[in-house]
């Protein structure tokens, strides 16, 4: 399983081979969470699939999220019971079976700041999201509320003044880039061919069906023709663009700006997260391995969608709410990193996205082109699996149902034996758990990695826990092509130091150039980019508002572009 989902330029130079000379049932076309779940949902009722992505798995939203599968508590008010009952069973389903090595529980208390109503209002809400929870067999604990004395020992970073208690609720977290980049993985051990730095740039309308796409290799510049008897939209927020090439729109998505803060955990003194309401939303506050997300913010956005910019505004935001109840107030300077991504919501008759549909809908045009958005992250599996019943009417024989809520991701079988297994020679029991919260059952990869090279065992930056060998993993097996794929999604150097990942540009390059065949020139230019997409965003982040943020961000280059250039 381990070498037949294995995903590397060697694997990505045949899986572009056999795109161009086959004729698949189904092509893919985006690579986060929902087409690489649609990839897997097809491949697996034994459907031929290639998928192309015009960047990295994840490379947009899927790794922007707010790391969690969650139920929704606070779509409960607004009766939106189906959405939260879809989404507790699919959320169980992940901690229990499909990728327990990814997910992991976290609770959060609702802080009570009205002294007679808002417990028995808030406690009937989670009660209510508890038994929908059970009846979707949880492996969570039950909420429980709390005194404000309570309060004080769990969280002593509240400031209790303004606060009259707590609830306390569980969902689950994830590392939505690897979770994303492990579909992927699963989606090539069943059979899929992928191929990132692949951009649809036209749709072949044969005969009045679409029969597949134009491409273009970013890598190489070259232009590819793949054929398919019906083609899936999993665009995003760029679902409209591929719907423009087919000729039609039978689905307008518009986009909203999130952004995240990471914050040292060591600033927050709390064992759990917290849950607030603002003026639009709700406002989360996440326990994160070392660090926390607060986030996040919900506005709608006509700009740049590679890579959207949070500007000053929206981490003044942030901190504004955040600091409503804590004792000692988070400062700009307390912000290790952030990030924004873009939400592609069904558009609705509202202006505000807040109040956009947060459900996902298929439509297919008639002609081969299935397009799927909406959503959300949590519910990527049930998305999936829609868009693949959509394509049967294109298949000359009956497909069949989705088989993919019994089939473990990559590296789910063996991880909670080996959980307590004593850890390998090559590897410190601190890496070890770690790793396993990483690769599952493929950490005995790394552990090899560095048996060959105890090199590899050393930490690529004192100030982040990566080892060398996850950098050179991120190569040869997760289908990293370019600095910010792996510091970025394959690790979280980008976000989780000051120094945005600058600092370990150099050490990257130097471990992985060998293996994706750079020269001297392709390695500076590569060091290059990064930086300045680095100082991008930095800048854009001293900016005021979005459009000057989005100008600055977009004074560095995309990589790829550049390349394909």
């Known amino acids: 399983m381990t070498a037949k989902s294995a995903l590397n330029p060697a694997q990505r130079e045949r899986d572009l081979e056999r795109m161009t000379s086959e004729v698949f049932d189904v092509l893919v076309i985006g690579g986060g969470v929902t087409g690489t779940g649609a990839a897997l949902d097809a491949a697996t009722r034994g459907l031929s699939v290639a998928l192309v992505e015009q960047r990295d798995y994840a490379s947009g939203t899927s790794s922007r999220s ?27 389903l992940m901690l229990r079976l499909l990728c327990p090595h990814l997910a992991r529980p976290v609770s959060f208390i609702y802080p009570l700041k009205h002294r007679f109503w808002e417990r028995p209002y808030v406690g009937a809400g989670v009660l209510l999201y508890d038994v929908l929870a059970r009846r979707a067999d949880s492996p969570l604990p039950r909420h429980e509320h709390l005194s404000r004395s309570q309060l004080g020992v769990v969280a002593p970073a509240l400031s209790t003044e303004k606060i009259y208690g707590a609830v306390r609720y569980w969902d689950a977290l994830v590392d939505d880039a690897r979770h994303t980049m492990m579909l992927a993985r699963t989606s090539a051990a069943h059979g899929a061919v992928l191929a990132t730095s692949t ?47 087919a000729g039609s729109r039978g689905l307008n998505v518009e986009a909203s700006k999130g952004v995240h803060l990471v914050i040292p955990r060591s600033r927050i003194e709390s064992e759990t997260g917290m849950i607030l309401r ?14 926390w997300i607060v986030g996040t913010t919900d506005t709608p956005w006509s700009l740049g969608r590679a890579h959207p910019a949070a500007s000053q505004k929206d981490i003044d935001y942030l901190l504004e709410w955040v600091n409503t109840v804590l004792a000692d107030p ?31 809908a298929v439509v297919d045009n008639g002609r081969g082109l299935i397009s799927v958005a909406g959503g959300k992250y949590t519910t990527y599996r049930i998305m999936a699996s829609d868009a693949v019943d959509a394509v049967a009417r294109y298949i000359d024989q009956p497909i069949a149902p989705s088989r993919t809520q019994k089939i473990p991701l990559v590296g789910a079988d063996g991880f909670l034996e080996l959980g307590t297994a004593a850890p390998p020679p090559e590897i410190t029991a601190e890496d ?38 996850e950098i050179v993993y991120g190569a040869t097996h997760e289908g990293a092509l370019h600095l910010d794929d792996f510091l970025t999604r ?76």
Do not use: C
């Not at 700009?332 to 807040?354: F, N, Q």
């Not at 070890?432 to 065992?457: H, K, M, N």
């Open 66 to 92: 707010s790391k969690l599968f969650h139920g929704g508590l606070r779509y409960l008010e607004q009766f939106n019971f189906g959405l939260v009952n879809e989404a507790l069973r699919e959320r169980n």
């Open 199 to 245: 951009r649809v740039t036209g749709l072949d309308p044969a005969g009045g069906r679409i029969r597949g796409a134009e491409v273009l290799d970013l890598e190489s510049g070259r232009e590819l023709e793949l054929r398919s008897r019906a083609v899936i939209n999993a665009a995003g927020v760029w679902s409209d663009d591929i719907q423009d090439l």
């Open 278 to 291: 603002t003026r639009e939303s709700v406002l989360l506050v996440i326990p994160f391995d070392e660090f």
């Open 330 to 360: 988070l400062r700009r300077d307390d912000v290790v990193g952030v990030y924004a991504g873009l939400r592609p919501l069904l558009a609705g008759e509202s202006d505000s996205t807040s109040k956009l549909s947060r459900e996902h």
């Open 432 to 469: 070890y758990q770690r790793l396993l919260g990483r690769y599952g059952s493929l950490v005995g990869d790394l552990a090899e990695l560095v048996r060959i090279d105890s090199g590899l065992g050393e930490r690529i930056v004192d100030d982040a826990p990566y080892l060398r060998a």
């Open 490 to 565: 394959r690790t979280r150097i980008s976000i989780e130091t000051p120094h945005r990942g600058t600092e370990a540009v150099e050490e990257v390059a130097g471990l992985v150039g060998p293996l994706l065949g750079w020269d001297t020139q392709t390695s500076a230019g590569e060091i290059m980019h990064y930086r300045a997409r680095t100082e991008a965003e930095r800048d854009s982040q001293r900016q005021p508002d979005d459009r000057t943020a989005d100008a600055a961000r977009m004074g560095a280059p995309d990589v790829r572009t550049s390349r394909a250039n």
